[in-house]
């Protein structure tokens, strides 16, 4: 009976260490469970709905941009309300950003980063004095058009605020790649202080085998949980980023993706001097095919359309869609006569064949070449624009080129 007692008394001193370390220790795994739970939250709940924030700024101011100059130049197929309520649209984004906000989309937390809130509160300053200079433009009517000073200062604002959104962007991908970077570093002090358990229970629970191997499963699902939390996160981010560069119905690009690759490749072309070309194209009487036979029809023709362009494309051209019946196709390392016997083939491809239900469908394609002439994207983008209104007015299903 002393025998006993003298055991139990034993083990218990022997064991209250080891609970007493093995307890420790895991409160610190279950800290560090905590903390990954928490980036991984933060990068899931704060970068990623603000990375796409910062896409929508740029994307509805460079709209608003767009639409204005158009306007400008005599077209009236917009107005001046939809071009406000695209800007509208930017400084609510950016106002989401710094005070949290809330929209189909999801909810935007606000950011405390004092350099991030800085460089927001830049972005502002320049869509104010955007708003505040096209608000001139308007007034001023066809007096401060193309070329003129106050056009130049309308530009030069633009500009200064893609500059200034360009650096809201990159600076979210960095604290979201400094976020990712303490997230597998946690991950590699957990493993390795659920190594350091496994090592500490099988030495001092050797004579306990049943024990240990319990104890090792226990280890071994935690790890597989782990590893499956970890895919769960990196299938979520992927997602998460198909669809903030993807246009859902027809599978190609969308238009915020294709203005980030555009902008690549103006920058490409400018320090190595080559040339690309872009084909801007639209479906002929579009709002007759939604009217007569409705917007699921008028959906399937659209996804028809950017299946037959997509089998002519080349591996380096890009298709997406860029609004509406409206696509958009870059083409790398093209000129003009390689991109209009393109936008050739891309014609024939949509007229030659009836879609079932509908007919006969054409499109309208309007061709620039990038060259020097161009000091912006935007100007570049306007004139495929124009080319684009060309082939319809001189009676659609046809391309127009800038020669």
């Excluded at 409705?294 to 051209?317: C, F, N």
Aim: no cysteine; charged share 25%; hydrophobic share 40%.
């Amino acid at each position: 009976m002393d025998n006993n007692k003298r055991h139990i008394r034993v083990a218990s001193t022997l064991h209250r260490p080891l609970l007493i370390s093995i307890l420790v220790i895991g409160l610190v795994v279950s800290s560090a469970v905590l903390y990954s739970f928490k980036l991984g939250s933060r990068m899931s709940d704060l970068y990623a709905p603000m990375i796409d924030a910062a896409m929508e700024i740029k994307f509805e101011a460079t709209t608003a941009h767009l639409w204005f100059e158009e306007m400008m130049s005599g077209d009236r197929s917009e107005s001046i309300e939809s071009v406000r309520s695209h800007l509208d649209a930017a400084e609510w984004y950016a106002q989401a950003m710094l005070s949290g906000g809330q929209n189909q989309e999801g909810d935007f937390l606000p950011l405390e980063d004092a350099v991030m809130r800085g460089h927001i509160e830049n972005v502002l300053l320049k869509l104010t004095e955007f708003r505040s200079i096209m608000q001139l433009r308007w007034e001023a009517g066809l007096d401060m058009g193309p070329g003129s000073e106050l056009d130049q200062r309308f530009d030069a604002v633009f500009s200064a605020f893609i500059a200034e959104a360009d650096e809201v962007e990159t600076y979210l991908q960095q604290m979201l790649a400094e976020s990712r970077h303490y997230f597998f570093l946690n991950h590699a002090l957990l493993f390795v202080t659920a190594l350091l358990i496994t090592f500490a229970v099988f030495i001092v629970f050797s004579r306990f085998m049943q024990q240990q191997l319990y104890n090792l499963r226990t280890l071994e699902e935690t790890n597989r949980e782990l590893k499956q939390e970890i895919k769960r996160r990196k299938e979520v981010e992927q997602t998460l980023q198909k669809q903030a560069t993807t246009d859902v119905l027809t599978g190609s690009y969308n238009r915020a993706k294709m203005i980030s690759l555009i902008d690549e490749e103006w920058l490409r072309s400018q320090r190595y001097s080559v040339t690309f070309s872009l084909v801007m194209l639209d479906i002929d009487y579009f709002k007759h095919i939604n009217d007569e036979w409705g917007h699921d029809v008028g959906d399937r023709v659209l996804k028809e359309i950017a299946d037959r362009i997509s089998s002519i494309l080349r591996d380096s051209d890009t298709l997406a869609r860029w609004g509406g019946e409206e696509f958009m196709l870059l083409l790398t390392n093209t000129p003009i006569e390689g991109a209009v016997e393109l936008a050739e083939r891309a014609r024939r491809a949509v007229a030659r064949q009836s879609m079932q239900g509908v007919g006969s469908v054409t499109a309208s394609f309007g061709v620039t070449e990038y060259n020097q002439s161009f000091s912006a994207i935007n100007q570049m983008l306007k004139s495929t624009d124009v080319r684009l209104y060309m082939a319809k007015s001189q009676g659609r299903n046809r391309v127009v080129s800038e020669e």
